[in-house]
């Protein structure tokens, strides 16, 4: 197995452990928003924050911030993100 694919599969791994847990820790998914470089990491991460804040009536503004972050990327960022907008 190569350095790719073990990334790959310890990111799937915290994306996993994410999204099957009611709340999952905020070191948890600061670290899968500082390590997801694939298009599709960035995206399920992302659909899993949108679920947290959609339909509810006082969302977290850190969870906000953290889409933000990830959707709406700007120069000069120190860690590289994935392209999800073309």
């Not at 500082?34 to 969870?63: C, K, M």
């Amino acid at each position: 197995m190569n350095g790719h694919n073990l990334r790959d599969e310890y990111i799937d791994a915290l994306l996993d452990r994410i999204t099957q847990v009611r709340y999952p820790s905020h070191e948890l998914i600061e670290r899968a928003e500082n390590l997801v470089y694939r298009r599709e990491q960035a995206e399920r991460l992302v659909r899993y924050l949108i679920s947290t804040v959609d339909g509810v009536r006082y969302p977290s503004h850190q969870v906000m911030d953290r889409i933000e972050r990830i959707l709406f990327p700007f120069p000069g960022r120190s860690v590289k993100r994935a392209e999800l907008v073309p």
